[in-house]
Structures are given as C-alpha cells and as structure tokens.
C-alpha cells in the first residue's frame, strides 16, 4: 500500500464523522470551528505516542507488537481490548450508515436493508485484500474533498461573518466536552488504521503520511463547521447534521438547487472507508489472535455478528455519546495503552534487533 492511500484513509476516516462535529456544535455554538481546529493539534500529539509504536515495530501491526512486547498471554489480553475498541467502531459506523440513509434520503427503507446493502459490498472489497482497500480509500476520499469543496463556493453567498461572533461565549466545560467528544470519536476512529501501516511499502514515510491524513481530515471538518455556523448561525446548535441543512440553503438562479446530494454522496463515500478499515483491523485481528492462515473465512460471521449488534445496541449507543466520561474513556484508552507499551518495551530494550 502506498503512503498516500494510507494518507486519504485516515482522511476518510476523520470526514465520515461529519455528523459528530454536529452532536459537539450542541455544546460549542458558534465556536465549533475554532475547537474543531483545536482537536487536530490535540490529537496530533496523542497521535505521536501509537505512531512511534508501530514505527518501532516495522512490519508488525498492534496485535503482533503486544506479543513481542508483553509476551503471549498478557498480550492477547491486551489485543482483546484493542479487538473489542475496533468492533465497536465497526458496530457504530454500521449504525450510522443505516440511520443517515433511512433519516434523510429513504425514509421508507428499513434500516437493515441498508446496513445490509454496505455490509455485502464491504465484505466482498475486504476479501479482495488491503490493496483494494488502499486504492477505493483514496478515490472515495479525495472524490468527497473535492464535493466539499463544491459546497463551500456554492454557499459563500449565504454566509454571514456575524455568526462567528461572540468568540468563546460558551462554558468551559462545554468547550471541554465538546473538544472530548472531537477528539474521541471523530480523529479517534483512525486508531483501526493500526492494523493496515504494516503494509505501507516505505516504513520511513508512515509517520509524514498518517500526519498529512491527520491534517486534511482536521482541516475538513474546519471547513464543514465554517460553512453551517456562517450559514445557520444559533440554529446550527439544535441541528442533528447542521452541514447537511446548510447545503439545502444552496440556489443559484433556481438552477442549483437541493445540493445537499453532494454530501450525502461525500458522506456515504467516506463511511464506506470507515466501515472497511475497522471491519478489516477486527477481521484480521481476530484471525491472528487465533492463529488462522486466512482471514478471509472470518469475514461474513464477524460482519452478521456486527449487523446484528449495530441493531440491537442502538439505545446503548446513545446512553454512551450522552455520557461525558465516555470520550475521555476513549482518549485515554489510545494513550494509555501505547504509552504503557512504549514504557515497556524501552525495558526489555525491544525490538532487540533494534
């Protein structure tokens, strides 16, 4: 896999969570977009700690480094924890994909058909290899970068400088929560691209491309907060997908009209790369920690078993967004654990050969 797939995966990965930047905007207001700007410098730095790891480790991904690092039994415990963090994602794009769908584009569609509907088409690429994946990611990515950038020129008409002001007008906490919630959940879900880097062909180039993912995402989701506060102002806050509702205020002449296609067609694009890569981590994960040759014959049962979880575990979703301490969960999941790992390794002076 070259290094600028990898680079449109984590950027993929980071746009298709549009819609949590919408959830923070309840809390943050008008100052999304700055907060949102601060997300990526905060997760730039959490991001030094996994990526030094797997860099450490050329040619191995997290559940082969715990191995090496904490030996056969206490790392296949730690690569359970890892596993259940990367079917959680996976559950919980799934669920996504099936409510943006049926909410806004077919509202008469069962949610299950639709989740079914991407659960085929992600099952068939993911047997095709990390090739394919590489390949679609950057496509679908770079496809979605220039819609949202369609957008934003179609809408500076209907943009008003006002909306951004005051400036830092909300609580602290708030702030907080809603930098939680940014850093958590929307530049978090790159944390399953750990199972893909051992197949980036140069090793030295791992770190600049993750990084340049990082920045194009974060700078996406800047972007996306820019145009519904200008457009939306306070009403942005009480919108589930503001961005989506910005871009219906689109005409040009009665010409252009009802654009807001262009993101669902972005947003579908991007969780489709979201779905693929944690589908890929836990399929591939799982058969290393049972030491299969394949895991290809894992691939349908883990995606039934996600589809069926993504249906049955709706309500536990939304208890856990509401819940403060969930994204500060997931924060220090990602840091404590390659931290501790890290720690460790230094210790027993691993990799030996190094």
Known sequence: MASSQLTFLVA??????SLMVGFATRYAKQDIWW?????????????????????KFPGKNIIQINDIIFGPFVGKFISIQYLGYFFFVLVAFFQFIGEFVVSYIMPETPQIVIEILFF????????????????????????????????????????ETANFFPVMDVPLKD????????????????????MLI????????VKRAFRTGLVIGGVSLFFISVQYIAV???????????????????????VFTRMEILVAIGLMFTLFIGIITAYYATTLGVAQLLKLRSYAELVLPI??????FSLVSYKLSIHMARKESAYFLYISFQLLLPLASLVVAKIRKLPSGG
Do not use: H
């Not at 993929?12 to 969570?17: A, E, Y």
């Not at 047997?127 to 500076?156: D, H, N, P, Q, W």
């Not at 051992?198 to 180039?205: F, G, K, S």
């Not at 995606?303 to 069926?308: D, K």
């Open 12 to 17: 993929g990965i980071i746009q298709c969570s």
């Open 35 to 55: 907060i949102s700007l601060a997300a990526l410098l905060v997760y730039l730095l959490l991001s030094s700690f996994f990526l030094n790891l797997v860099v």
């Open 120 to 159: 085929l088409i992600c099952a068939w690429a993911l047997r095709k290899g990390v090739e394919v994946i590489g390949r679609v990611g950057l496509i679908l990515s770079a496809i979605t970068i220039i819609l949202y950038s369609l957008t934003f020129f179609l809408l500076l008409k209907d943009m």
């Open 175 to 194: 702030m907080l929560y809603s930098l939680s919630v940014l850093v958590g959940v929307s530049f978090a879900n790159v944390f399953v691209l750990l």
């Open 198 to 205: 051992p197949y980036v062909n140069i090793v030295n180039q």
């Open 232 to 254: 939306l102002g306070d009403s942005a806050a009480i919108m589930v997908l503001p961005y989506y509702e910005a871009v219906r205020q689109i005409n040009i002449a009665d």
């Open 303 to 308: 995606g039934i078993i996600a589809l069926n």
